[in-house]
């Protein structure tokens, strides 16, 4: 698909790395290193919010260069030129009326002054800037001076800033963003940049952004920014993995910490009504849980999505001061183990009956909307989901953290959509991808509803090269996470995908009656049973249908059923689960309809304002299918007797 941008850009698709090279980049740094918690408030560590309203430009400039060129980090940006007002978090493309910045790609700015606390300056403070995420070439600066940079978007990445703020302490803290939306064979997701030279038929030097995935490319600072602070010798990273009997859990931990090898550690474990059950000291240690409460998923416990706390504090001597540094991280004790028929949570069979979303809404684009995700969670218990995959890319840390406390399953996807060149298969693409997971992993590993990684959603698993990237791909996950089972999702053919020997677990996508004999409900029963059987046959593995769906336009009606009516895809639906419930008995752990919701996509002749294969529009009505699977996923639920009777109302609950 194509996204237009009218206006020039020789040479656009080459500014993400080569014109930065010649930015100053002192006190700066390539992307994050080290730990990535989440930033909490704590006796030792405060915390500032920048949401709001941000001064914003974007550079329409023929080469889209000369925020570089000039310098538009080196004064206010309202002094470069005519700035508006942004929201943050917020995509940029729907905010306003112009169709220019709707459809941009290229370089946008950022801007945000703020005040800080006076007792942030001191020396023995560090002050940290946190991006939740930013799409998805970010280079960042502060009064002026680069502090970071990060390739990617859809996770966070930060720079400590203690020494330029504190060595101007009556100087506003100005911070300064440059966004990239370019997507080149080498970024995830990939894309291409393709110039309509023919100028009889286009305007000189135009150009389109080529994607191969089914969503907007949407774009700006979509989740929150953050100031806290540290003291100088800090908790950097916390590691924890469980293991449970019946009657004695295991919860094994490693801390790092920086900025002085002389500290101590102590380590409090606190259930729920905050009486602590184990105790510890050190960096690493072993803590013993006697009759603990195990996380369980949402419909499989009558207390779903158990948590205990961490309290874990430092002390450390440091010019001659004594410093404390107080962080608590929610734990969540469960295991995960995958057979050959079978997805053990806790050691009981679970099967996955949810959905595939996006984060995505009216005006706020991919942009982090409380309301929406406390809305879109209430549907997810009303529907009766137990889980969901992150389609296309990691989602908001805080729709994953209600996951944990909410007990819904999650199956963590990069964002590896869309990998179809053969150039995306490189080794320059390779290398990107091992970074993604890296930071992935470093983000949710302590996360219980986390339960398996997806390192890729539908690539072109069918070349020659895909063999040895997912192999790599996925090794270096498993060495990054032994604890959790990898897969990627699939709409090749069994007989030629070069990645699926490499899973864990099959997931496989699927159509029929849609792209493949559309129109044509009865070819369905045939084909989907043929393809878990096929699947099944060569690679013994349990296998998820991890999409399945069709379009509906909200109150179009047809009897006998035709496409885009929504008696068509209520049709659709039971034809699929009728095959469900035969080979769920068997080696099928799992169904996630795509999708939970419509949601905007690029403009095409088989798109009218988007996706409409949502069980619920845009705006979280639901459609004629809501209420099929709804029924469907209470039914499955109570097949478990520790359950409360199939809920008979339509009210949400929380």
């Known amino acids: 698909m194509a996204a237009a941008a009218p206006g020039g850009a020789v040479g656009l698709c080459r500014l993400l790395l080569p014109l930065l090279a010649a930015v100053p980049a002192a006190g700066g740094s390539r992307g994050s290193v080290g730990g990535m918690l989440y930033p909490r408030e704590s006796p030792s560590r405060e915390l500032k919010e920048l949401v709001g309203v941000w001064s914003f430009r974007a550079d329409f400039s023929p080469g889209r260069a000369a925020g570089f060129e000039q310098r538009w980090y080196r004064r206010p940006l309202r002094e470069t030129g005519p700035v508006i007002d942004m929201p943050v978090p917020a995509s940029f493309n729907d905010i306003t009326q112009d169709p220019n910045l709707e ?76 966004l990239n ?33 089914d969503f907007f490319n949407y774009a700006g600072i979509h989740r929150p920014v953050v100031l806290y602070t540290t003291p100088s010798v800090y908790i950097d990273d916390i590691t924890v993995t469980t293991t449970s009997t019946e009657s004695v859990a295991k919860v094994q931990y ?26 510890g000291d050190g960096p690493t240690g072993v803590l013993k849980v006697s009759n603990p409460n195990l996380w369980w998923p949402y419909l499989m416990h009558e207390n779903p999505g158990y948590r205990y706390f961490l309290e874990v504090k430092m002390q450390a001597q440091a010019n001659e001061a004594l410093l404390e540094d107080v962080y608590t991280l929610p734990v969540g004790i469960r295991t995960v183990h995958v057979t050959s028929t079978q997805f053990l949570i806790n050691g009981k069979p679970f099967y996955f009956h949810g959905v595939n979303k996006h984060e995505d809404a009216d005006i706020r684009g991919k942009g982090l909307d409380w309301a929406l995700i406390v809305k879109d969670f209430n549907l997810l218990r009303w529907l009766g989901a137990n889980s969901f995959r992150t389609s296309h890319y990691p989602y908001a840390e805080e729709i994953m953290d209600l996951c944990d406390a909410y007990g819904i399953v999650v199956i963590d996807e990069c964002p590896g959509v869309g990998i179809k060149m053969p150039e995306s298969f490189g080794n320059k693409s390779l290398q990107h991808h091992l970074v993604v997971m890296e930071e992935l992993i470093r983000r949710d590993k302590n996360r219980p509803s986390v339960v398996m990684w997806s390192v890729a959603n539908e690539p072109a698993a069918e070349l020659p090269p895909a063999a040895y990237y997912f192999k790599t ?36 996508n699927s159509y029929f009656s849609w792209y493949h004999d ?32 069709a379009d509906s336009v909200p109150g179009l009606h047809s009897d006998p059923p035709l496409m885009f009516s929504e008696e068509y895809q209520k049709a659709m639906l039971r034809e699929y689960h009728s095959v469900f419930d035969k080979k769920r008995k068997e080696y099928v752990i799992g169904e996630l309809i795509w999708n939970f919701a419509d949601f905007m996509t690029n403009q095409g002749t088989t798109r009218v304002l988007g996706n409409k294969k949502g069980i619920f529009t845009r705006q979280r009505q639901p459609k004629s299918a809501a209420f099929v699977l709804r029924e469907r996923y209470w039914k499955i639920a109570n097949e478990s007797s520790c359950l409360p009777p199939i809920m008979k109302s339509h009210i949400l609950f929380l």
């Open 103 to 178: 459809n941009y790609i290229g370089w946008v700015w950022y801007e945000k002054e703020v005040l800080l606390p006076q007792r942030w300056l001191q020396d023995d403070l560090r002050v940290v800037l946190r991006f939740g995420s930013a799409h998805y070439y970010s280079v960042v600066w502060v009064n002026g001076v680069q502090v970071v940079e990060h390739e990617g978007g859809h996770l966070p990445f930060e720079a400590d800033i203690s020494s330029i703020v504190q060595g101007s302490p009556q100087i506003p803290c100005r911070i300064t963003v440059a």
């Open 518 to 549: 559309p129109g044509h409900l009865e070819v369905i029963p045939l084909q989907l049973t043929a393809q878990f059987e096929n699947w099944y046959k060569t690679y013994q593995k349990p296998i998820i249908q991890s999409e399945y769906g």
């Open 473 to 508: 791909l996925i090794a270096h996950t498993k060495a990054l996470d032994p604890t959790r089972p990898v897969t990627f999702v699939t709409d090749t053919n069994y007989a030629v995908d070069r990645g699926a020997p490499y899973v864990d677990v099959i997931c496989v």
């Open 254 to 279: 490693q801390v790092s910490v920086v900025g002085s090898t002389l500290y101590s550690l102590s380590l409090s474990l606190r259930d729920q009504e905050g009486r602590v059950v184990a105790a």
């Open 181 to 213: 939306n370019t997507l080149t064979p080498h970024t995830l997701p990939p894309g291409s940049i393709e110039y309509m030279n023919d100028q009889t038929r286009y305007p000189k030097n135009y150009f389109v952004q080529n994607i191969r995935f």
